[in-house]
T-cell receptor, first 117, second 114 residues
């Protein structure tokens, strides 16, 4: 079973529209961390946010906001008033120990976001 | 230099060549990783080094040979690769390997095997 599912393969919006990227995860651990990364065309994965499983408070950073809901195992990412520079592939990832002493990071398939002028 | 750097950024090699990818982290981290990103596939973890010791090898073919001479540098030595090895190879580092740590990535090396 896929541990991190990003059901939206590609999303296309026009500049200034709001867009939400979905992420659903699966884990048996009670302590885990969730991440979002952005991969622009240059290739580098840019870290955006980390949330731990005990903190369900939503977070806002400028035009970015994240909605973490343990009840639905979801960690969705919303970009408000999208801009062309937001065009990239966005990855959701889960870090869990799975009974070991170490974290293992599992990525979703990624969502390609294209923002048109 | 800051963060995680990788060289070269692009590499074209024949199947009989030997080449090396280099990764350097300037973050004072103790863990380093190699990932492979192929088209339409999720990122695949290849190797993990912790305090210069290889602690994980995810069934990677022997034509990929990692080396970690110190905690700041990581190499991936390539020999007799196949065309299906063409991909983006990403290096990452984290403070340690605990579940809470964030991995920071380099820009990657785009490899084409002819």
């Amino acid at each position: 079973a896929q541990k991190v599912t990003q059901a939206q393969t590609e999303i296309s919006v026009v500049e200034k529209e709001d867009v939400t990227l979905d992420c659903v995860y699966e884990t048996r651990d009670t302590t885990y961390y969730l991440f979002w990364y952005k991969q622009p065309p240059s290739g580098e994965l840019v870290f955006l946010i980390r949330r731990n499983s005990f903190d369900e408070q939503n977070e806002i950073s400028g035009r970015y906001s994240w909605n973490f809901q343990k009840s639905t195992s979801s960690f969705n990412f919303t970009i408000t008033a999208s801009q062309v520079v937001d065009s990239a592939v966005y990855f959701c990832a889960l870090s869990e120990a799975g009974g070991t002493s170490y974290g293992k990071l599992t990525f979703g398939q990624g969502t390609i976001l294209t923002v048109h002028p | 230099e800051t963060g995680v750097t990788q060289t070269p950024r692009h590499l074209v090699m024949g199947m009989t060549n030997k080449k090396s990818l280099k990764c350097e982290q300037h973050l004072g981290h103790n863990a380093m990783y190699w990932y492979k990103q192929s088209a339409k596939k999720p990122l695949e973890l290849m190797f993990v080094y912790s305090l210069e010791e290889r602690v994980e090898n995810n069934s990677v073919p022997s034509r990929f040979s990692p080396e970690c001479p110190n905690s700041s540098h990581l190499f991936l030595h390539l020999h007799t690769l196949q065309p299906e090895d063409s991909a983006l190879y990403l290096c990452a580092s984290s403070q340690d390997r605990t579940v809470r740590e964030t991995q920071y990535f380099g820009p990657g090396t785009r490899l084409l095997v002819l």
